[in-house]
T-cell receptor
Framework: SAVISQKPSRDICQRGTSLTIQCQVDSQVTMMFWYRQQPGQSLTLIAT?????????ESGFVIDKFPISRPNLTFSTLTVSNMSPEDSSIYLCSVDREGLYEQYFGPGTRLTVT | QKEVEQNSGPLSVPEGAIASLNCTYSDQGSQSFFWYRQYSGKSPELIMF????GDKEDGRFTAQLNKASQYVSLLIRDSQPSDSATYLC??????????FGAGTTVTVRA
């Protein structure tokens, strides 16, 4: 399995501001995913980030709100823009080496928007 | 119809008993199936994955897959208080994306 780290682990932000979350993997992976887990809910996929191509977003999520970068095979960022209290969630990145194997999750970023 | 459905919880079992978790999925083209354990305040931890029909055992955990019935289950034998968590069933679709069930919360009573 891959070792995945995320920064920050948690943050409290004011509405209207933006936060960038970093995801670092200890080995090269083809596919990285960003999920959101709202309080008491299961995981919802935000977008898929493959190196060398634009991120693909799921229904209900847009690039202007959740811009993603994937500059290389071990790193990705997710920005939560113009935040509102409804964005308070845990944000998780996950990796899948070739799309054919198991997905592993990072420790998550707990975001609170006041 | 939800893509992945899990049996509603919470599930409470006495220590030492078997906990049985069920999951059904709607996409017949799904090829791989996963069980994650999530402790409160933590990220999901992969505990079992299965690709072929039948049973797969790993320690106290057994995953069972029946593609014809679009059904996957997880058995936890000799349940321990440390098994108390939410268990998430996930199905990988042909586009490599995971679809998650709502989760089943398990409580093991000492």
């Amino acid at each position: 399995s891959a070792v995945i780290s995320q920064k920050p682990s948690r943050d409290i932000c004011q509405r209207g501001t933006s936060l960038t979350i970093q995801c670092q993997v200890d080995s090269q992976v083809t596919m990285m995913f960003w999920y959101r887990q709202q309080p008491g809910q299961s995981l919802t996929l935000i977008a898929t980030a493959n190196q060398g191509s634009e991120a693909t977003y799921e229904s209900g999520f847009v690039i202007d709100k959740f811009p993603i970068s994937r500059p290389n095979l071990t790193f990705s960022t997710l920005t939560v823009s113009n935040m509102s209290p409804e964005d308070s969630s845990i944000y998780l990145c996950s990796v899948d080496r070739e799309g054919l194997y198991e997905q592993y999750f990072g420790p998550g970023t707990r975001l609170t928007v006041t | 119809q939800k893509e992945v459905e899990q049996n509603s919880g919470p599930l409470s079992v006495p220590e030492g008993a078997i906990a049985s978790l069920n999951c059904t999925y709607s996409d017949q083209g799904s090829q791989s199936f996963f069980w994650y354990r999530q402790y409160s305040g933590k990220s999901p931890e992969l505990i079992m994955f299965i690709y072929s029909n039948g049973d797969k055992e790993d320690g106290r955990f057994t995953a069972q897959l029946n593609k014809a019935s679009q059904y996957v289950s997880l058995l936890i034998r000799d349940s321990q208080p440390s098994d108390s968590a939410t268990y998430l069933c996930a199905v990988k679709k042909s586009d490599y994306k995971l679809s998650f069930g709502a989760g089943t919360t398990v409580t093991v009573r000492a």
